[in-house]
């Protein structure tokens, strides 16, 4: 008769045998609850570090979130970490189709590196706190204004702090196979510093997660580290050829890992 209470433990495992459903609703909640418990572990740790809010936080975030990926059942398959050897700041770009992007960021984020996000995120508990004292700038997507002067500071207190950048261009999440067009900012900010561009490219989460069927299986994502694309002597006339330089060579990228054909049609940038 005892072994009747063992009956409801079996569900889970059950379910998650014979349910696609609710396997990709428990990962998905499994992710938020977990990401929000080692940001909770993590905020003491950065106070505790460097008395607030400092990029050199970004490697206790870094190191607490690179596990994650078993849990999830995620692989990365990186390349061109040469790229990467270059000292001073540079702006990293790449494209951005879930916040499990966040797993691949802090597989290859370099030392001194912090990102741009949306305002929002601040909100987002422990999470936004981590974010916070991580150095993360924030800019609000809403009024464009501001948000521009708040990177054209930022690439101010880059050359000052050497800091680097990672911005995804899209400025939103994206997951219908392909890369939407770049906003400018990541560009001009580039430019104000004279900083150099590293492009990194996704493949498509495709194969392993599906949103509208909501299917979230096992998977290998792969990571490619480009060449730099030099900045040095470009102004903000340059900005768009720029923008649409990086976006091709993303793009086919992109459309190579995850074993697509290009189009020629593509979104343009305009
Ligand atoms: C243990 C721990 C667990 C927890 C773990 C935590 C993990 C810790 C990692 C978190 C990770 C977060 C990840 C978040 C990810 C996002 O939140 S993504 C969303 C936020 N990010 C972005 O939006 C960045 C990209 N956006 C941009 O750059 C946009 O350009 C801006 C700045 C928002 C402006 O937007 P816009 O005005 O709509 O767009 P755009 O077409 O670019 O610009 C319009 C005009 O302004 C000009 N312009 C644009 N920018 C500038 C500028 N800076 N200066 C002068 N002119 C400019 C353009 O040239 C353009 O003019 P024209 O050339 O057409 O004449
Ligand atoms: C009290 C509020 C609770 C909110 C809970 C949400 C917390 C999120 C928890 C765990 C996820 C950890 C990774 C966080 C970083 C992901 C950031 C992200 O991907 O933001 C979305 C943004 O790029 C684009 O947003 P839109 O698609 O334009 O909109």
Known sequence: MEVLWLLPLLVVPILFWTSTTFVFYFK??????????????????CIVKSGGRDIENMRIIRFMVRHVKYFLGLRFEISGWEHLQTGGPYVIISNHQS????????EVLPDRCT????????????VGMVCWLG????????????????????????????????????????QKG?????????FHLAVQ??????????????????RKEKEFKSGTITLKILPKIETKGLTSEDVSSLCDRS??????????ISGQTSQSNGPSNH
């Open 135 to 174: 150095g993360i700038v924030f800019i609000n997507r809403k009024k464009t204004s501001d948000a521009k002067s708040v990177m054209t500071d930022t690439a101010k207190i880059m050359l000052h702090d050497k800091i680097r950048l990672w911005v995804f261009p899209e400025g939103t999440r994206n």
């Open 247 to 256: 976006y091709d060579v993303m793009r086919s990228v992109f459309l190579e």
């Open 115 to 126: 990102t741009i996000a949306k305002k929002e995120l601040l909100w987002a508990g422990t």
């Open 178 to 186: 392909d890369i939407l067009p770049f906003k400018k900012g990541a």
């Open 193 to 210: 510093a004279q900083a150099p561009i590293i492009p990194i490219v996704f493949s498509s989460y495709s194969n392993f997660y599906l």
């Open 99 to 106: 916040s499990i992007d966040v797993l691949g960021m802090m």
């Open 28 to 45: 998905k909640c499994f992710y938020v609850a977990y990401m929000m418990l080692l940001a909770m572990i993590s905020i003491p740790m």
